[in-house]
């Protein structure tokens, strides 16, 4: 049974940092794009960055200059290094996994970590 355990949430003030961690396999992390969404109340869950095995990171608009994505190899654990935080980053944080292949795609999601920008 695949897992991803995720760390790091809470309440910070506007402005602050907060660094997410998920924690999975070795057989998962060496060959699957790992990324974090977030979901808030009546939203869709958003895609806020992912990270290839080849390092190559892709973030949302709504994310790019204040959050930093990075995956620890020795460690399969990735990070979300999120700085600046807003009111409107408040939502509730996973991590995910993804594989795609020609014949099938495979997700993994982490139980989700609560992330909450307030003064």
């Known amino acids: 049974q695949v897992q991803l355990v995720e760390s790091g949430g809470g309440l910070v003030q506007p402005g602050g940092s907060l660094r997410l961690s998920c924690a999975t396999s070795?057989?998962?992390?060496?060959?699957?794009?790992m990324g974090w969404y977030r979901q808030s109340p009546g939203t869709q869950r958003e895609l806020v960055a992912h990270i290839t095995t080849g390092d190559t990171m892709y973030y949302s608009d709504s994310v790019k200059g204040r959050f930093t994505i990075s995956r620890d190899n020795a460690k399969n654990t990735v990070y979300l290094q999120m700085n600046s935080l807003k009111p409107e980053d408040t939502a509730v944080y996973y991590c995910?996994?993804?594989?795609?292949?020609?014949?099938?795609?495979?997700?993994?999601w982490g139980q989700g970590t609560q992330v909450t920008v307030s003064s």
């Open positions: 070795r057989s998962i992390f060496s060959i699957y794009t």
């Open positions: 995910n996994a993804r594989r795609v292949t020609t014949k099938s795609s495979y997700d993994y």
